[in-house]
T-cell receptor, first 111, second 113 residues
């Protein structure tokens, strides 16, 4: 069945460091891929998405490229800020109207 | 802010009791989803409505769980005879048309003692 595997955390980075959070997926066909972010005490928010192969989603300095050949959707940011501290979830949407989420990666950015 | 709202935000109950949660989606969103999230895990799909019709239910949704969306607006999720394993965060999300873009509520945290 469909599934998402993402890099385990927690991840701790210094401010202005480069961020990569790995995400790979298993699915038949052509799913849509997402990154959601959950700030402390808040609900999940859509960060970015890509709906077909080679699409790049971007928002707030974060980027992820839908790579069908490697079944990956890695999240990157060139320079993280303390305010980026949150839990990041990779997700897949496929037929059947179901979302499949990864287990989440906690990011802490220290000044 | 007229985002997705959920009530209550926290619920503590004793094993065997029934609980009911409410979700108010973004106005005019025709799709509404329920998820369960346990500590250290991502959200797991429970069920989905399009307008008032419940179109899909996960195998996670045992017969003790029931969800309704009677008028195609707010939804309720009821858990009967709660068990300690039901302790989790219950999330609601809604979307309009394009099911890809779901907007999540803050969740209801259930603790079963």
């Amino acid at each position: 069945g469909d599934s998402v595997t993402q890099m385990e955390g927690p991840v701790t980075l210094s401010e202005e460091a480069f961020l990569t959070i790995n995400c790979t997926y298993t699915a038949t066909g052509y799913p849509s891929l997402f990154w959601y972010v959950q700030y402390p005490g808040e609900g999940l928010q859509l960060l970015l998405k890509a709906t077909k192969a080679d699409d790049k989603g971007s928002n707030k300095g974060f980027e992820a490229t839908y790579r069908k050949e490697t079944t990956s959707f890695h999240l990157e940011k060139g320079s993280v800020q303390v305010s980026d501290s949150a839990v990041y979830f990779c997700a897949l949407y496929h037929t059947g109207n179901q979302f499949y989420f990864g287990t989440g990666t906690s990011l802490t950015v220290i000044p | 802010d007229t985002g997705v709202s959920q009530d209550p935000r926290h619920k503590i109950t004793k094993r065997g009791q029934n609980v009911t949660f409410r979700c108010d989606p973004i106005s005019e969103h025709n799709r509404l989803y329920w998820y369960r999230q346990t500590l250290g895990q991502g959200p797991e799909f429970l069920t989905y409505f399009q307008n008032e019709a419940q179109l899909e239910k996960s195998r996670l949704l045992s017969d003790r769980f029931s969800a309704e969306r009677p008028k195609g607006s707010f939804s309720t999720l009821e858990i009967q005879r709660t068990e300690q394993g039901d302790s989790a965060m219950y999330l609601c999300a809604s979307s309009l048309g394009d099911a890809n873009t779901q907007y999540f509520g803050p969740g209801t945290r259930l603790t079963v003692l």
